[in-house]
């Protein structure tokens, strides 16, 4: 389903999308339309999306910018250095965000996946 996305976008779109709230139903049916256009520099992971709208519906999660899903990053000694959240604006998938609330430990999209892997099991 999300084969052309990165994998660590997909995966963490996967884990952050993957229950059978409505609105995250309806943004799951975007990610196939769905690319990266461009992502961070710093190396934090976050990415920015380009959407086919004309492809498919708007989630029912209003006009507005939202938070559509997030999830607190565990390191391995339960520690939580920031969070990972998914923004919909008008209804559309439009970026992937990786907060850092820690200066001790780096806080990467490679960690938020490994985290979610984590929560999954």
Not at 4 to 30: M, T, Y
Not at 48 to 68: E, I, N, Q, W
């Amino acid at each position: 389903m999300t084969e052309h996305l990165p994998p660590d976008v997909a995966e963490v779109l996967d884990a952050l999308l993957g229950d059978d709230d409505p609105v995250h139903l309806a943004l799951r049916v975007q990610l196939p339309h769905l690319r990266v256009r461009e992502r961070c520099t710093c190396g934090c992971g976050t990415a920015y999306f380009d959407l086919d709208a004309a492809a498919v519906r708007p989630a029912p999660s209003g006009p507005r910018t939202v938070v559509a899903a997030e999830a607190l990053i565990r390191t391995g000694d339960g520690d939580c250095p920031g969070e990972v959240l998914v923004f919909a604006r008008g209804g559309y998938l439009s970026w992937l965000e990786v907060c850092s609330w820690s200066d001790d430990t780096e806080v990467t999209l490679a960690l938020a996946r490994r985290s979610l892997r984590t929560l999954r099991r």
